[in-house]
């Protein structure tokens, strides 16, 4: 401030000071717009390039990755464009540069402005030359000759008025709301707030997406070094929905930990998120397909898998129906595909209570075979019966050894491929269906076959015991902590708040000079039209007042 202070001689910058050019370039409009123009480019172009997701920022092999993704899309250009930082636009020093320049010219723009309008508000010009009132549009002249009757007429529609005398002529000054000038402040104010909002969240946000099944164990929130770690498990995810699917309400209830202690605790929804520690938990998702699987090994007793499986696909697999000559439902399931007959998919099913076992796949119909070459087929093989081999078509049944099986049709399910399955191959492939006795479980190969699992039922190979522990439902929670949201709400008050004030309490002044009964009136505030009206409003209610009855 010592420096501002000493720089200026009479009223003028020091030619000499160094401060004088950066003064006047940040109160510049142009380089104000120059800025702008910048940003907003610079805004553009982070739309239409892609941006390195929030998630994989912390995570080199993950950036690695995605810059490798890039440089399939960009070519030879990617590596350029990735030290200019153009696929982090947004985090980039550039863009953070300019737009804090932006704000430190909105700062000196506005500290620039403050101190005439402060004068013009505290001491405005109560007095104008004569001539004033014959200049450019012509005056309101009105008949008036109560200067006092006037006076507190305008002070009755809230203006603050100055009455001075010279002589047989009289000079009036009213002033409302002259603080509404301070409006333009308040959005200035604002602007910078939105400003400095933006780069506070662009250098201190942090952000997570978790997807966390109900009853698994916790899900880890930054990495354990971070002094911000914390362990989410959610107790019940729930999902509401109407006839159609429309969801009508996701919630979770929450549970979260830090130290190995439990911290906070509560419900979190899309729109109410829990908080803890300058965090908010929202629910971001709700996921209803997913089925816990647990491995134990019968040599140790020990569990050696235990995970909660996100069936995210759809396969299409066909439903069978197997019945009993009673007619009773022995099997009703999707068939889970783990091996190829020519161009059949398919694999051995066990039908319980009947210890009878059967080849089954599907394959599409062949030209001619059904009628439709849109449709499918069943092929099913009767291993104890010497492989022989039936073909059903969609709705067929066939009897086989005293059992019926009927091909229900096509249907999708909700499937997952299950990696490093104990007893299993590389790769296993679970499906969740509806069975005869509630929900099904199917993962296979498992030994060459495909293991049906109902809630709770542990079915035995060789040495590992596999449990189906029921359906389970995920959370997708959103973990941000952004303190720049504070001053993007407190900005988008200020700004609601200039706007009223600009719209609804306009500065309003009038200049008036009475003499001879007659009383000439100009102002600034406002169109001409409005000004006039009031004016003659004014002195027709003076008059009336100062009339022989004294109303």
């Keep these: 401030m010592a420096n501002l202070e000493t720089a200026r001689i009479g009223g003028r910058w020091s030619e000499n000071d160094p401060l004088r050019w950066l003064w006047r370039g940040l109160t510049s409009v142009r380089f104000a717009l120059g800025l702008i123009g910048f940003l907003a480019l610079a805004s553009l172009v982070g739309v239409l390039i892609p941006q390195l997701p929030i998630e994989m ?3 080199p092999a993950a950036v690695s990755a995605w810059l490798a993704l890039q440089e399939e899309r960009f070519g030879v250009l990617a ?3 990735d030290r200019l930082s153009l696929f982090e636009v947004f985090r980039s020093i550039w863009f953070i540069s300019g ?23 505290r001491h405005p010009q109560t007095r104008v030359p004569d001539d004033y009132f014959d200049r450019g549009q012509p005056a309101v002249s009105v008949a008036a000759a109560d200067v006092d009757g006037l006076a507190a007429e305008l002070r009755r529609r809230r203006y603050r008025v100055v009455t001075a005398k010279e002589g047989e002529t009289a000079y009036v000054f009213a002033d409302r709301f002259p603080w509404s000038q301070f409006a333009t402040f308040v959005s200035h104010l604002a602007l910078i707030l939105f400003l400095a909002g933006g780069l506070v969240t662009v250098t201190t946000a942090r952000e997570q997406q978790i997807l966390l099944a109900e009853g698994e164990a916790g899900a880890a929130v930054f990495a354990p070094s971070d002094p911000d770690h914390m362990q989410l498990y959610i107790e ?11 969801p009508l309400d996701f919630r979770s209830y929450l549970v979260v930990y830090q130290g190995g202690q439990e911290v906070a605790r509560g419900v979190t929804t899309v729109n109410d998120p829990l908080s803890y520690g300058g965090y908010r938990f929202h629910q971001s998702a709700y996921f209803p397909d997913g089925a816990a699987l647990r491995v134990r090994d019968l040599a140790t007793g020990n569990v050696v898998y235990d995970e909660v499986l996100a069936l995210i696909s759809s396969a299409t697999t066909p439903r069978i129906v197997v019945r009993d000559a009673t007619g009773a439902v022995l099997l009703d399931d999707v068939i889970v595909p783990t091996d190829f007959i020519e161009d059949v998919a398919g694999t051995r099913v066990l039908v319980p209570g009947a210890e009878r076992e059967f080849w089954i796949g599907a394959r599409p119909s062949r030209p001619g075979a059904t009628g439709s070459p849109d449709g499918w087929q069943l092929v099913v093989f009767d291993t104890a019966a010497g492989g022989a081999g ?24 909700p499937s997952t491929v299950v990696r490093n399955l104990p007893g299993g191959n590389a790769e296993a492939v679970a499906e969740l269906s509806d069975g005869p006795r509630g929900e099904l479980l199917t993962v296979g190969p498992v030994q060459g076959r495909a293991l049906a699992l109902s809630p709770d039922e542990a079915v035995q190979v060789d040495q590992y ?20 949201s504070m001053f993007i709400w407190l900005a988008t008050g200020l700004f609601l708040l200039g706007l009223g004030l600009t719209f609804y309490t306009p500065r309003r002044r009038l200049w008036g000079k009475i ?15 409005a000004i006039e009206r009031e004016v003659r409003e004014v002195a027709a209610r003076t008059a009336r007042r100062s009339g022989p009855s004294g109303e």
């Design 79 to 81: 590596g350029p464009m």
């Design 99 to 121: 737009l804090a320049l932006l704000v430190a010219s909105v700062c000196v723009c506005t500290a620039n402005r403050l101190p005439p309008i402060l004068r013009n508000v």
């Design 515 to 529: 003499s001879a009964g007659q009383a000439a009136f100009r102002g600034l505030g406002g169109r001409a039209l």
């Design 57 to 59: 920022r912390n995570n």
């Design 465 to 484: 015991e596999y449990t189906f522990a029921g359906r389970r439902e995920f959370a997708g929670i959103t973990v941000r902590r952004d303190p720049g």
């Design 390 to 413: 039936s073909v059903l078509s969609e709705g067929e049944r066939r009897e086989a050894g005293g059992l019926s099986i009927t091909f229900v049709g096509m249907t999708g399910v």
């Design 236 to 246: 019940d995810a729930i999902g509401r929905f109407d006839e159609t699917g429309f």
